[in-house]
Nanobody, 126 residues
Framework: QVHLVESGGGLVQAGGSLTLSCVFS??????????MGWFRQAPGKERDFVAT????????RYADSVKGRFTISRDNAKNTAYLQMNSLNPEDTAVYYC?????????????????WGQGTRVTVSA
């Protein structure tokens, strides 16, 4: 079984930055065989795609709403994926989830992710 644990959420003022981390663990599973993604769910809304990175780290995709402000990355030696978030605004307030897909290419569809973390809350004040 794969386990994903997010951290790094918190309260930040508009214009500020946060970096989320997602640690992957699984006794017989290899992190660099999985594409990773970040999704978010704002209060009263559906879970939305934010960013994805291929298993090798060589390809990334972003939601239009975060393009140019957020950066997804991964360190396969540390079994960790990251989401660097800059120029945050109140509309970025949400619970952020990381997910792992058994596909190795970038994946935007949440239905194609096999494992999910418990989420970390990000609150951006005006």
């Amino acid at each position: 079984q794969v386990h994903l644990v997010e951290s790094g959420g918190g309260l930040v003022q508009a214009g500020g930055s946060l970096t989320l981390s997602c640690v992957f663990s699984g006794r017989t599973f290899t992190f660099n065989n999985y594409a990773m993604g970040w999704f978010r769910q704002a209060p009263g809304k559906e879970r939305d795609f934010v960013a994805t990175i291929s298993a090798s780290g060589g390809d990334t995709r972003y939601a239009d709403s975060v393009k140019g402000r957020f950066t997804i990355s991964r360190d396969n030696a540390k079994n960790t994926a990251y989401l660097q978030m800059n120029s945050l605004n109140p509309e970025d307030t949400a619970v952020y989830y990381c997910a792992a897909s058994e596909y190795t290419i970038v994946i935007l569809d949440s239905m194609l992710y096999n494992y999910w973390g418990q989420g970390t809350r990000v609150t951006v004040s005006a």
